[in-house]
């Protein structure tokens, strides 16, 4: 799509062999979210750092000893993310999470089509996020000067992948966070998580946006040593800082929004943010009037923006209890059978107190039955008195 064919032609042998690779993603995603569920990021850590570590010694031995080129350095990549991998899986089941971890089960397919829906949502919300300034590097290819442009970009696009590891890393454990505080009960506790992450991503941000507007014509230079290419860079540089600085606080609310179950809604507004409002702009700006790569980048950035104040005013309206009652309401869905729900067709005034009749055995716990198309959650104390509230999801 607007390269050329020398370039489309290393593209493809790399997608080709880098296939075992993105294979090994949903094992190396669920083992990580695993244990992340129960704080265990340390071990994520040296693991990770280790695959890193061999990582690095592989590449230089095949690429530079070897000299086994491009499809060598694609095998080193599937390599180390299997290693990885393994890794991770020879900890869960070999005594690291002897508390979580009680081998193979049935119960592991209980809930899977509800599951499925929540991760395809999941699953379109993150890829329309990282497509998105992907598109950058396509349009490249319809611009004066290619290859030039193609560098560039590619190292723009790398930085700013480097750098948005922090923020993905702080996603993970909003969202991981925030769902645990919610399941149990914690509204302030979520409230609290969602607050530190997305002050702690924002202040990286300005980190690395202070670093990026003070040395612009040094960025380059770790990469190439292309005079054109560095001078494009060094023009990009404001662009890129910026893209860092609010992509330092979507992640963060997008894993809030993983955390609380809003996978759905935050897929279209994605969409409706990147694809009807930054991609036109773009457009818009880069070709109709003119501006090149520049004005595609700076309309693509308003897609950014508008997408953070709409996650950031969902989260600011956010009422957490409600959120907790919700995520309690599904715990105990999955906990009790059918047959320990309060079945009635009458109607309350909230909030109401009702005696239960003797024989009742599921004192203490939560239930929840629709009636009239409402959700209610019902507290069951000792002594059997009910405490009806109602909880619209």
Same mark, same amino acid.
């Given at each position: 799509?607007g390269?050329t ?11 080709v062999?880098?296939i075992? /690779? ?19 990021t340390?071990?994520l ?8 570590a ?8 095949f ?5 086994v ?29 002897a508390d ?12 899977l089509?509800?599951?499925f ?9 993150v ?10 590097? #396509? ?14 970009l590619?190292?723009? #696009? ?6 948005? /590891? #922090? ?5 993970a ?7 645990n505080?919610l ?5 302030k ?7 530190i ?5 924002l202040?990286?941000g300005?980190l690395?946006?202070?670093i990026?507007?003070?040395f ?11 005079t054109?290419v560095?001078e ?36 279209f ?30 309309? /693509? ?5 508008i997408? =953070?104040?709409?996650l950031?005013?969902? =989260?600011l309206?956010c ?6 009652q919700?995520?309690?309401?599904? #715990?105990?869905?999955?906990?009790l059978?059918d047959?320990?729900l ?21 004192a ?15 507290t069951v ?13």
């Amino acid at each position: 799509m607007g390269q050329t064919d020398a370039v489309a032609e290393q593209s493809g042998v790399v997608a080709v062999w880098l296939i075992p /690779m993105h294979l090994s993603f949903p094992f190396q995603f669920t083992l990580q979210r695993f244990l992340q569920s129960q704080v265990k990021t340390w071990v994520l850590a040296y693991i990770s750092g280790g695959a890193l570590a061999l990582h690095v010694f592989v590449s230089w031995f095949f690429v530079y000893k070897l000299r086994v080129g491009i499809v060598g350095a694609a095998l080193t990549l599937d390599f180390s993310w299997w290693v990885t991998v393994l890794g991770l899986f020879v900890n869960v089941v070999c005594g690291g999470c002897a508390d979580s971890w009680t081998g193979f089960s049935g119960q592991a397919f209980v809930g899977l089509w509800d599951f499925f829906k929540l991760s395809v949502a999941s699953g379109v919300m993150v890829a329309l996020e990282n497509f998105y300034y992907r598109v950058l590097i #396509i349009v490249s290819g319809y611009l004066h000067n290619t290859e030039v442009a193609v560098d560039a970009l590619s190292i723009c #696009i790398t930085i700013f992948g480097w750098q948005s /590891m #922090i923020p993905l890393g702080f996603l993970a454990a909003a969202g991981v966070r925030v769902a645990n505080e919610l399941g149990a009960g914690n509204a302030k506790g979520a409230k609290f998580a969602t607050t530190i992450s997305v002050l702690s991503s924002l202040m990286v941000g300005l980190l690395f946006w202070s670093i990026i507007i003070a040395f612009p014509e040094n960025l380059a230079m770790i990469f190439t040593s292309s005079t054109s290419v560095i001078e494009m860079v060094n023009d990009l540089a404001v662009l890129l800082a910026f893209t860092i600085l609010f992509n330092c606080i979507q992640p963060v609310l997008s894993g809030v929004a993983i955390g609380s179950g809003w996978q759905a809604k935050v897929a279209f507004i994605n969409i409706g943010s990147y694809y009807l409002v930054g991609v036109p702009l773009g457009v818009l700006l880069g070709w109709s009037l003119h501006f090149g790569i520049t004005g595609i980048w700076t309309g /693509m950035i308003s897609g950014t923006v508008i997408q =953070t104040l709409i996650l950031a005013i969902i =989260t600011l309206r956010c009422e957490w209890e409600k959120e907790a009652q919700k995520a309690q309401i599904l #715990i105990t869905k999955r906990q009790l059978p059918d047959t320990n729900l309060i079945s009635t067709s009458a109607q309350f005034t909230w909030p109401c107190h009702v005696s239960l009749s003797e024989g009742c055995s599921f004192a203490g716990k939560i239930l929840q039955r629709q009636i009239s198309k409402d959700y209610f959650l019902l507290t069951v104390d000792e002594e059997n008195q009910v405490n009806l509230m109602n909880v619209r999801p």
